[in-house]
């Protein structure tokens, strides 16, 4: 008869040329193109057409293309500094995977946080994975309690440990060299490299 029948196979997964050769040769015309953005059709192929498969239409009828631009670029942005739960939620919500298995200390970047990631920026599609390395903020050391000891003896144990040792002399000062008090006191948690001050008597 006078009307072809448009099937599937003949424009959809087809470049918009080869859909425009297919529809040629039923006598009907290619209408709008529209490109949008897909996760499963590779890019320059036809998506969809309207109208659909199956419908009789007249020769010299318009069929419109929907084109795929490829898969959606998505922005990873830069998370460095931020909350990481704050960025992994956000991540994930744009359709990525978030690995943030890999922790450490770090005494500038506070406990949460993301220290660095990988990539560092630009763009990914969906499924991809941004690694965050996340901060267990600075590491803690045990202040050893170094009363009554000599201040050369005290020095060396503080510092073995990271610590900066600082002295002052006591209000009472008598030259014995021997340490009278501490700041911070013996059995504190402090981050490694605080500085600790010995008042010497």
């Known amino acids: 008869g006078d009307a072809e029948a ?3 196979t003949e424009a959809e997964g087809l470049t918009e040329g080869e859909a425009r050769d297919a529809l040629e040769q039923v006598s009907l015309e290619v209408g709008r193109v529209k490109e949008k953005f897909s996760e ?8 969809r057409h309207d ?3 199956g419908r009789q239409l007249r020769p010299g009828s318009a069929v419109d293309l929907v084109v795929s631009k490829g898969r959606k670029p998505i922005n990873v942005g830069d998370w460095v500094g931020e909350d990481a739960d704050r960025a992994q939620a956000v991540l994930e919500r744009k359709g990525l995977v978030v690995d943030r298995a890999q922790e450490q200390f770090d005494d500038t970047v506070p406990e949460g946080a993301v220290i ?3 990539p560092q920026s630009g763009t990914l599609f ?38 900066v040792v600082q002295t002052v002399n006591a209000s009472g000062y008598l030259g014995l060299g021997f340490v009278f008090s501490q700041d911070p006191g ?3 948690s402090v981050p490694r490299g605080s500085t600790i001050t010995l008042s010497i008597i």
């Open 126 to 163: 969906r499924g991809d994975t941004v690694t965050l390395l996340v901060s267990l903020g600075p590491e803690l050391v045990e202040v050893p309690n170094v009363r009554a000891q000599g201040v050369e003896s005290a020095r060396q144990e503080l510092e073995a440990l990271g610590f």
């Open 51 to 53: 109208p659909g498969e």
């Open 186 to 188: 013996g059995g504190q």
């Open 40 to 47: 499963t059709v590779e890019s320059g192929r036809v998506i």
């Open 116 to 118: 660095a990631q990988t």
């Open 6 to 8: 448009l099937g599937e």
